[in-house]
């Protein structure tokens, strides 16, 4: 029986890069349907309060996430795997970092999310880490494929400390 695997020769995490925006901006779309305009991920990257890391296969972007520190929190504002890079643990990973962040830059904040309430698979990854419910914004997202909405999910995790450590255990 032959298996379907990626060979993956070189994989690099790094900081978003202003000449990412483009390649970000696709990934966001094809991930989610839809994505932020371009001004928003050159903001993102320049901002000293905002930490946006991409990783690279073979020199080719397929995952990325962000965090913004704010005042009272830390706030999770994407994270984006490309469909052909996804079940091999880079939200996973991503994730991971981004909570080991926020401990070092804001141990005492809570950190908080929005997910589309319909992927199942984000929600779950969220829940594998601590986070947890706490609300739910109605009409927040638009479906790609209709002129629908999807609702967000809003999640919580008071300690990123024990949720980064929760996922490193396993």
């Known amino acids: 029986m032959s298996e379907n695997r990626t060979v993956v020769a070189e994989r690099v995490v790094r900081l978003a890069a202003e000449t990412d925006t483009a390649a970000l901006r696709d990934l966001d779309d094809v991930g989610h349907g839809t994505s932020w305009p371009d001004d928003y991920f050159a903001d993102s990257i320049e901002r000293s309060d905002v930490l946006h890391l991409v990783v690279d296969e073979d020199a080719q972007l397929v995952a990325h996430a962000c965090m913004h520190f704010e005042d009272d929190v830390s706030r999770v504002a994407n ?4 469909e052909s890079a996804r079940r091999r643990g880079l ?40 986070f947890v419910p706490c609300g739910i914004r109605r009409d927040r997202y638009p479906l790609s ?25 396993r």
């Open 79 to 82: 994270v984006a795997v490309a």
């Open 91 to 130: 939200a996973d990973m991503l994730m991971t970092q981004l909570l080991d962040a926020a401990v070092l830059r804001a141990p005492a904040r809570p950190c908080v999310l929005e997910v589309r309430a319909d992927n199942t698979a984000a929600v779950a990854l969220y829940r594998s880490f601590g």
């Open 145 to 169: 494929s209709s002129s629908g909405t999807s609702d967000a999910l809003v999640m919580t995790l008071d300690d990123p400390a024990m949720g980064a450590a929760r996922r490193k255990d």
